[in-house]
């Protein structure tokens, strides 16, 4: 019941097209040429395509344990113009734990092996999580994979704050991000602007810093169900609570939390950054970040102390008072590191690790071996690399990836050509970059433009962080970029165009 | 039919009771308005729309029938939801709140006041309806005032250019400039020349408009009081019409072989004419409105130096080496073929800059450029006698990082120099949507609200409308309205809204 298909350009053309012939299709130009691996992104270590091509059924069966209802619902049918049958898809979990009721973890094992040949594919992976991506390529027609990811972290932040984001367009990207083989939801959930998290031990945080109590706030339900949400897909939810700045809408529900910045001898009426030496500053840390802990499962969380503007410090006589107590003289680089110090020994007694932005390393906080540095500043970001790779310490790159920064034209290119270990350091150093992160700041998007302005250009860095090194070619990429994007498209995400050009079935919302 | 545009004035008065609210939130500004804090609950179980008895329209007009009922929905949307407001307490009012509708308006005037009195109407916290008591005098600064929509480049569902008009007629904007036709694709099926589409469009039964699809985009504008102006660009930008029409591009010479490639409209064969002439037969009796848009931009003309016979005709013709000639001669012709259908051309720049002889009453489309040469093109075409629309500075396609929308705003259309009568014959602009990197997926967002920004500037007095600090927060608020009319508005900047957008 084998058939030979002679041209892989059909087969690409074929998905999802049941009744026209192949002729029409050779007639009807493409823009882009097919590559000779198909449509798949990212591209994994090891591929081996044959020229058999198999249908799948709808009686076609997944066997596994766990992850059963939500494999199966995820499996989509394509037809191909050939008609012999695949019939079953066995999974394998090969090693004693499968994990299955797991969180996956920085140090998941992800790898996976998948061999398609009639009249049963086989998957084959250590842990769920391998499973889990070998799933999206089982309805590729390949022969052979050998996939494992390039780096560990791979992630995605978001900004709650900025603007608020309904449920659903988080769970939606958080879908997309796994078809993209994203492993971190980096939810950076408050800042400035609004604290729409309603923290059971202070609620008052939402009631006063949310833009509305009710409507624009994550409930202890919501955030479950994001989290859980997540994890059926492999992806860790690392939440960033940014201190001592960024921290405006804190204020509003805990009075004596932020700095009253002073005009001359007499209070401005506005404040400032956290408020480093009340003692009452470090109580209200402790009980929140407790709570933290036992809301967000990961093993990390993040804990911002980037862009610190110390003008208001350096009004306030009570700080002024405390810096020259503490013999920090005039540098308030010694003051925010008081701080941050005093908050990492909180967050390492709640038993979590912390990613922290560039700045804490800068301004040289002792932190522990195993923190998580987030380098994002662009201009010199390879010059950052070598130094926080030479100090010993893990980091995560994200300075090229700021994908609010919008610009005319085919800018998915600029981020696919970045080189994570593009720095000078030793080979000990770069295996300390475990990643990176693509950035999406909230300050001109909600869920309106969120989803068309992430995807297609965050899948350039999904395979920038899972392929290998030498998948570089734009060509190549663009070819099988565009199918990876109509097939966004195809299951209801508004991934944007690449170029002109169309998909078999066109985005149906409007 | 058409809409010969004029100057109006609206006036309408609304009797009301106490209370306390601005109408920051119209958009466009109305050329004159004054509100007064006085402000009258509107019950939506008793309020309705009525002719007044001296008006030229009553029951029976369409456009008018309908928006009746569409802005109704919009004005109360709960209502319309079909949940009855019982717990609400409203005063019992002794006058009705009516809209009258007054003498020599015409129908379009008449639906955007509908559209500015629907943006008066405000809930307050309880849900109450309210309206302040206010006068306005209101009428457009230019009488164009377009949306562009490119769906060569990419597909554009009809439900997506239904969702752009609708929020088109949300800030008075009154033509659809459909660019329906390019390089990539032709998705329009002609009646006369079914090949066209079912060679040239990305695909022949799931990307093209039928002829049904154009009916419908049409009567769905002229129910919003929007003009629908096809534009069929030529010579250049056909690749796609070579694959349904053979013979129609110039074969491309490698040498002294063609090299299998094509480039512009071959203008030196007679075949061409008859098909132009038979094509816009039909897109004349398609499509209503008195203008056409021709096109005329960015034409190649190294495929036709290429080609022997074309240098062969450019000798007979005396032309020489000069290709801009031979581009003349063509475009000559297809101005005269629009004439003879009673249809009023309009053309890109470019054919006025190549010096083409063109009908007087052919209008000029300026797009390219920065401030200081397109202020230079707007003096030299006014000057020339042409009437003029203004793109280049509203390619919205061109996306960057921040509040863009202040650069829209602040474009001065008439800072150029010329005269009084000069400056007349701007008859408007146009927001400018290139299809390269959009499609459904991300064109309402990239839409609005920057083109509202436009929007003002075509439509209030820019005296009244020059700080763009001001208007910042009626454009946030208007931001807000858009979405809770079902338009996909992205946000200007940090905030929110009372209703989010709950889709992805």
Not at chain 1, 208 to 217: I, L, N, R, S
Not at chain 2, 125 to 151: A, C, H, M, W
Not at chain 2, 302 to 327: H, I, Q, Y
Request: proline share 6%.
């Amino acid at each position: 019941m084998l058939k030979f298909v002679s041209l892989l350009l059909a087969l690409s053309f074929c998905q999802g097209l049941q009744h026209n012939n192949i002729d029409d299709y050779v007639e009807a130009e493409p823009v882009f040429e097919a590559s000779k691996y198909g449509s798949l992104w990212p591209l994994p270590q090891k591929v081996q395509i044959s020229e058999v091509s198999f249908k799948l059924t709808s009686s076609t069966a997944v066997f596994i344990s766990c992850f059963y209802i939500y494999l199966f619902k995820s499996l989509h049918i394509i037809y191909i113009c050939d008609p012999s049958d695949l019939s079953e898809l066995q999974v394998w979990i090969t090693s004693p734990d499968s994990e299955c009721d797991g969180y996956p973890s920085v140090t998941s094992d992800e790898s996976y092996e998948l061999t398609v040949n009639q009249p049963v594919a086989v998957l084959k992976a250590p842990k769920v999580w391998g499973a889990l991506h070998g799933r999206i390529y089982s309805i590729y027609f390949l022969s052979i994979i050998n996939d494992f990811p390039r780096f560990q972290h791979r992630g995605i932040l978001l900004d709650s704050s900025r603007h608020f984001l309904p449920i659903k367009v988080i769970l939606a990207n958080l879908e997309t991000m796994a078809m993209n083989k994203f492993n971190v939801f980096h939810w950076h959930i408050v800042d400035d602007q609004s604290f729409p998290y309603l923290s059971r031990t202070f609620p008052q945080l939402s009631e006063q810093g949310a833009y509305h109590p009710y409507t624009h706030v994550y409930t202890p339900a919501d955030v479950k169900m994001v989290i859980e949400f997540a994890r059926l897909r492999g992806i860790r939810v690392i939440p960033e609570f940014d201190t001592p700045g960024h921290t405006q809408s804190w204020g509003k529900g805990q009075k004596d939390l932020l700095t009253p910045c002073y005009s001359g001898s007499k209070p401005s009426g506005s404040f400032g950054p956290v408020n480093p030496i009340l003692n009452t500053t470090y109580d209200f840390m402790a009980q929140f970040f407790t709570e933290i802990s036992t809301v967000f499962p990961d093993g990390y969380v993040h804990l911002g102390g980037d862009e610190v503007d110390f003008t208001c410090w350096k009004s306030n006589p009570d700080i002024q008072k405390f810096m020259e107590q503490q013999h920090f003289g005039d540098d308030y680089r010694k003051l925010e590191s008081f701080y941050i110090q005093k908050l990492l020994d909180i967050v390492t007694s709640t038993k979590k690790g912390y990613l922290i932005w560039q700045e804490v390393f800068d301004n040289g906080v002792k932190l522990k071996p195993d923190t998580v540095v987030h380098v994002w500043i662009g201009g010199g970001s390879d010059k950052e690399m070598s130094s926080v790779t030479a100090a010993g310490y893990t980091t995560i790159l994200s300075a090229p990836w700021y994908l609010d920064y919008i610009s005319y034209g085919q800018d998915w290119q600029k981020y696919y050509k970045v080189e994570p270990l593009n720095f000078e350091g030793t080979d000990e150093q770069k295996k300390l970059v475990i990643g990176g992160e693509a950035c999406l700041w909230g300050e001109y998007v909600d869920a309106t433009n969120l989803t068309p302005r992430l995807w297609p250009r965050a899948s350039a860095v999904a395979e920038r962080l899972w392929s290998a090194k030498d998948v570089t070619d734009i060509g190549d990429a663009f070819n099988r970029l565009s199918l990876h994007r109509c097939r966004m498209v195809e299951r209801g995400i508004p991934a944007e165009p690449l170029f002109s050009s169309y998909c078999p079935h066109e985005y149906k919302g409007v | 039919y058409t809409y010969t545009y004029i100057f109006y004035n609206l006036v309408f008065f609304i009797f009301l009771q106490l209370g306390l609210h601005s109408v920051e939130g119209v958009w466009p500004l109305p050329q004159s308005i004054t509100s007064s804090p006085e402000r009258y609950p509107l019950n939506p179980q008793a309020f309705y729309f009525t002719y007044g008895s001296q008006s030229a329209a009553q029951e029976g007009c369409s456009v008018l029938d309908e928006a009746f009922k569409r802005y109704f929905s919009l004005i109360f949307p709960d209502y319309s939801s079909g949940r009855f407001y019982s717990e609400v307490k409203f005063l019992k009012c002794k006058n009705e709140v009516r809209f009258k509708v007054l003498l020599n308006l015409n129908v379009v005037v008449v639906h955007t006041g509908l559209e500015t009195f629907s943006q008066l109407v405000y809930q307050e916290d309880f849900g109450s309806y309210y309206v302040n008591k206010t006068e306005i005098k209101d009428f457009p600064r230019f009488q164009f005032r377009g949306i562009l929509l490119d769906t060569s480049r990419h597909y554009l569902p009809v439900q997506a250019i239904l969702k752009t008009l609708d929020a088109m007629a949300f800030s008075k904007f009154n033509v659809f400039h459909w660019h329906i036709v390019d390089d990539p694709s032709f998705p329009y099926q002609s009646r006369t020349f079914p090949d066209l589409s079912a060679k040239g469009a990305f695909h022949p039964m799931t990307h093209i408009y039928t002829q049904s699809d154009v009916g419908r985009v049409i009567s769905f504008a002229r129910m919003r009081g929007i003009r629908v102006l096809p534009e069929f660009d030529s010579p250049g930008h056909t690749q796609s019409w070579g694959k349904g029409q053979s013979d129609l591009l110039t074969p491309c010479y490698s040498g002294s072989s063609p090299s299998g490639t094509f480039g512009p409209v071959n203008p030196i064969l007679p075949s061409t004419y008859k098909f132009m002439a038979t094509l816009f037969k039909e897109v004349s009796s398609v499509f209503p409105d008195s203008y056409i848009h021709l096109g005329g931009d960015e034409v190649n003309f190294s495929c036709w130096k290429s080609n022997p016979d074309v240098r062969a005709f450019m000798l007979k013709m005396g032309f020489g080496a000069d290709f801009t000639k031979l581009e003349a001669y063509y475009m000559e012709n297809i101005v005269n073929i629009t004439v003879a259908l009673n249809r009023t051309s309009i053309v890109w720049q470019d054919v006025f800059d190549y010096h083409e002889r063109i009908p007087k009453d052919t209008v000029l489309h300026i797009w390219k450029g920065l401030p200081a040469s397109y202020a230079a093109e707007l003096s030299a075409i006014t000057k020339a006698g042409y009437r003029v629309l203004l793109a280049a500075p509203w390619y919205i396609n061109h996306i960057s990082y921040g509040q863009d929308w202040r650069n829209y705003y602040t474009v001065q259309p008439l800072n150029f120099s010329g005269t009084e009568e000069q400056k007349k014959l701007v008859i408007g602009g146009e927001v400018c949507m290139w299809g390269e990197y959009v499609d459904a997926t991300n064109l309402t967002p990239r839409l609005w609200p920057r083109a509202s920004a436009a929007a003002e500037r075509l439509w209030s007095d820019e005296k009244q409308t020059s700080d763009v600090d001001k208007a910042f927060p009626r454009l946030q608020d208007f931001r807000c309205e858009l979405l809770r009319r079902g338009i996909q508005a992205e946000p200007l900047f940090v905030g929110h809204c009372k209703h989010e957008y709950q889709g992805v």
